[in-house]
């Protein structure tokens, strides 16, 4: 729609593809009227609704321009805005403005004012408010999508209950699936229970230097029986697989110390035969001598024989260091038998550390597992079975001035922005039951 001021008084107005001729009066009636209808598109029990906090406002300013011969939109002024906690709303050039028990219309009315007092207009601008959203509902409680629901003018509790989803029902397949999942969890997590006080008794065994292993006791009956006997059964071979690697080898080592200690006595031996060789040639030596200072012998034999007793002398001590090697070997060999032991210890010592703390954690889950079936099984025989009547009971809180409070709510009840509505369901009582 478009609008022009003609020489003879007379306004033309452009609607639809024609064109109208009509009073001034007439015109600012219409344009105004049109720019609130068009602008605000919100019902008359929105409009006179109080505007809560978290309410989404847009303001908008129009005024009349007797230079152009048209309504201008002040869109620097306008804009979408949101009443605050403390009841308030911010705006260009006036600043706060308390919302109080405002409703809409008031709200624009005293924009108008404002603007008018601080810009120093002949007239108000024409000022609409607009509520784009109102404060959500909250639902909380026994219903199946708690949350928060845009709220709506007119909604009751009912239709609120019936946009969270309605009644919660853990259905029975539901509770059962859970029952089944806690039960195959305790046996799962008493499985591996016996597996670990298995382990440790077995690592106890071999701490100790036992030759059989302390089980613990199970019942003769029942699903663990079988269990226990495949892992007990698991864990002596484990056992003796241990044992007879460990004396493997601890023999190994002696006999290599054996071994060790022979090739030193043959050593021994050869150093004996050496010596006799050494001394045999020495004597021989010492005769040649004399018999090469007499002239008698050749000085070659005496050469011959210096060098068979070097040679005699020479391979004494490469026995002398075998011997010596040899004793080393046995040393570490002895060390190595010694520490073999020990080496065992430490390692099953610090298994059954970590196989205990394993335990413990074990325990711990099989007592959290417990005590949830047992929750489990108690909400059950509380909460009442599908199909079975339920009372319902509704409380509202709603905050005005600051101050929250409850509200005793039915299914009729409307509902305000900003509500919180909490919905209980209780199974209810029946006459035997009350007279208890």
Known sequence: MGARFQPDGRWSILMGGSRLFA??????????????????????????????????????????????????????????????????????VIGAV??????SSDLADAIATRLQDQIGLVRKPDTTVEIVEFPPVYVVGDVNAPGQYQFRSGMTVLQTLALAGGEYRDAEGTKSQEQIRLISELQSTDNEILRSQSKIARLEAELTGASTIAFPPVPATGPLAKLAAQVYAKEKIIFKARANGLERQAKS??????????????L???????????????KELAGVKTLVE?????????????????????????QVTAVMRARQSITEATRSLEGLRDQFQTDVAAELQREEASLDQLRFKRDMAQKLLLETLASQSTAGLPGEDRTVEFTITRKKAGDASEIEADEATVLLPGDVLKVSFLPSQKPEDIGQ
Do not use: H, M
């Open 294 to 318: 007499k002239g008698i012998a050749i000085a070659s034999r005496q050469s011959d024989l210096e060098r068979l007793l070097a040679g005699f002398r020479a391979d004494r001590l490469d």
């Open 98 to 103: 308390a919302v109080g028990e405002l409703n």
């Open 268 to 282: 021994n031996e050869k150093i004996k035969a050496a010596d006799l060789g050494i001394a045999s040639g020495e």
């Open 23 to 92: 009073s001034s009066q007439f015109v600012r009636l219409l344009v105004a009227g049109t720019a609130f209808c068009a602008i605000s598109g919100i019902s008359l029990t929105q409009a006179a609704a109080q505007l809560a906090p978290q309410t989404k406002l847009r303001l908008t300013v129009v005024k009349w321009n007797p230079t152009e011969g048209e309504y201008q939109r002040w869109d620097a002024l306008g804009g979408e805005f949101a009443v605050t906690s403390e009841g308030t709303i911010v705006l260009p």
């Open 253 to 266: 080592l002696s006999e290599l110390r054996d071994l060790l200690s022979a090739e030193i006595d043959v």
